[in-house]
């Protein structure tokens, strides 16, 4: 692999002992996938604070520093972490100390984040604590290199904001923030940029958020990794809306990007974003009987329509999220023995705070809460046997992280389920 003269001084130890084994990860990183050189990067969304036993282990026997070159630099010598080289932020990790008292999440887990959130603050990682980084002010100019986890906000940069990204690792991320570099492989290049797959949405219009939900789950389950193409009877989607799809596309496939000729930046015609010279593919139809279909797919871990817990925000709920579920609950008050959990950006929940829709969800008795979400910290309320929720991400995972029922359908009818205490929903 090409290195320049920068990068070889790094690898030899000109900026310390930490930066060249950063550098040293991305080399081998790179030698394997057969990346012909280094892509310069100013734009980190990785992983540090999030506890864990093994980081607790680590950093009772050498530190914060110890637990960074074991986990995010694969590199058990003994190094002190500089500052990051460049822009790094934290994304969603465990719940914080607000949350104590409402989700039953280990206390020692919350300390131990607490001490990170300090150690990785003073050298220089942003703590966004949220899966969308692009809601909270982390967004990425078009064709700009970036080192980002999470298959939900890697699938929004590249596709949304035209960004670029793979989907990286704890320990690409944590190499990519010393250096300011990650492989030039993958969604780095142009020529892996291009369509794979034609998806027609024909017979139904997708303008609802359940909708765009579940045509992204259809889009990964026919393009697995590659990169479908939307084209049909779509109305113009949202922020919301292409978080909700892309989301779910990642979830039943791999899809890290797509385009929508006319809506998203890379694909100005159908032609385009398949490529120059390129031959269109016939399209795979999206109609009545295949959202049906997803539907059920999304619903088939339901059977008990006693519902214990509704969980909205995933991936990390928009301001006009927020405001929705507090207008449907307004003046309500949710059944007894129902938890509402509303999962949002920190930054996102003091704005619902001063708009008032925090205190409209909790009068009601549900909850906004941030850093985390149950699949990411594996919990729920106590008793939880029976959950829904408007994300198919969520509907896809939890039952299996968790082992409960779920029930996938609107917000609307989440809500609805929230306040009665039943699942009510149907296909419409
Ligand atoms: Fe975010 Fe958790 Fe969903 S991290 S994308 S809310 S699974």
Not at 401 to 421: D, P, R, S, Y
Request: charged share 20%; net charge negative; glycine share 10%.
């Amino acid at each position: 692999m090409f290195l320049t003269d920068d990068e070889k001084r790094m690898r030899d130890g000109a900026e310390g002992d930490a930066v060249a084994a950063a550098m040293d990860l991305l080399i081998r990183y790179g030698a394997a996938l057969d990346a012909p050189r280094l892509c310069d990067i100013r734009n980190v969304a990785g992983t540090m604070t999030q506890p864990s036993p093994v980081k607790a282990r680590l950093v009772a026997e050498g530190g914060w520093d110890k637990a960074f070159a074991v986990i995010n630099l694969d590199s058990d010598a003994d190094l002190t972490i500089p500052p990051m080289r460049v822009p790094t932020c934290q994304l969603q990790h465990g719940f914080g100390p607000d949350s104590v008292d409402i989700v039953p999440y280990p206390r020692a887990n919350v300390d131990l984040q607490s001490d990170a959130e300090s150690f990785y603050g003073r050298h220089g990682v942003n703590i966004l604590a949220t899966c969308t980084p692009y809601q909270v002010g982390n967004l990425p100019l078009r064709g700009e290199h970036c080192a980002w986890m999470e298959s939900s906000a890697v699938i929004y940069a590249n596709s949304v904001l035209g960004a670029r990204t793979n989907c990286e690792g704890i320990a690409s991320t944590g190499a990519a923030s010393l250096t300011g570099r990650i492989p030039c492989w993958g969604n780095h290049r142009d020529e892996n940029r291009f369509g794979t797959h034609l998806i027609s949405v024909s017979g139904l219009t997708v303008e609802s958020f359940q909708d765009w939900g579940m045509l992204g789950y259809f889009a990964g389950s026919v393009s697995g990794e590659d990169r479908p193409v939307i084209t049909g009877s779509l109305s113009r989607p949202d922020l919301t809306e292409l978080k909700h799809f892309g989301a779910a596309a990642a979830t039943s496939g791999g899809v890290e990007l797509y385009h929508i000729p006319g809506i998203t930046p890379e694909a100005a015609s159908v032609e385009a974003a398949f490529g120059p010279g390129a031959s269109v593919p016939d399209a795979v139809v999206y109609g009545p009987a295949e959202r049906a279909a997803v539907y059920e797919t999304l619903n088939e871990i339901g059977s008990s329509t006693d519902v214990d817990f509704i969980l909205l925000g995933c991936p990390h709920a928009s301001l006009e999220q927020i405001r929705q579920a507090a207008s449907l609950l307004d003046g309500k008050r949710l059944a007894s023995g129902t938890e509402l959990w509303i999962m949002a950006p920190r930054a996102l929940k003091v704005m619902a705070d001063r708009s008032g829709y925090t205190a409209v969800i909790e009068r009601a008795g549900g909850q906004v809460l941030t850093d985390s979400c149950p699949a990411m910290s594996r919990t729920a309320p106590a008793g939880t046997r029976v959950f829904a929720t408007d994300s198919a991400k969520q509907a896809h995972y939890l039952p299996a992280i968790l082992g409960i029922e779920a029930w996938f359908g609107t917000t609307e009818e989440c809500i609805a389920a929230a306040v009665t205490g039943r699942w009510n929903g149907e296909l419409r």
